[in-house]
Nanobody, 121 residues
């Protein structure tokens, strides 16, 4: 009912910057909180940052001061700008959204398929 498609991953050198975007589409009535998660090889998926519909944000400690999450409610899109990237930021980054689809009684959590970010040292 709601699809999330990430874009913007790739290979970057340590210290570099990269921007990710995630567009939601489908039978969308309302999108509440949107977020970025990541999963490194052999590790559990972790929250990187989230943003409420009103623009309140929350970041993982390791991303504070380096990552910026933003969203465009009119475009149903969330962004993640990453700077001063480190090799330990290497992971698959997943978009996440808490959304209400048209005709639904409540919200559900949706995930994108992920985009790989590789930071070389």
């Amino acid at each position: 009912q709601v699809q999330l498609v990430e874009s913007g991953g790739g290979l970057v050198q340590a210290g570099g910057s990269l921007g990710l975007s995630c567009a939601a589409s489908g039978r969308i009535f309302r999108i509440n909180t949107m977020a970025w998660y990541r999963q490194a090889p052999g590790k559990q998926r972790e929250l990187v940052a989230n943003i409420t519909r009103g623009g309140n944000t929350n970041y993982v400690d390791s991303g504070k001061g380096r990552f910026t999450i933003s969203r465009d409610n009119a475009k149903n899109t969330v962004y993640l700008q990453m700077t001063s990237l480190k090799p330990e930021d290497t992971a698959v980054y997943y978009c996440n959204a808490d959304a209400i689809s048209i005709g639904s009684l409540g919200s559900m959590t949706y995930w994108g398929k992920g985009t790989l970010v590789t930071v070389s040292s």
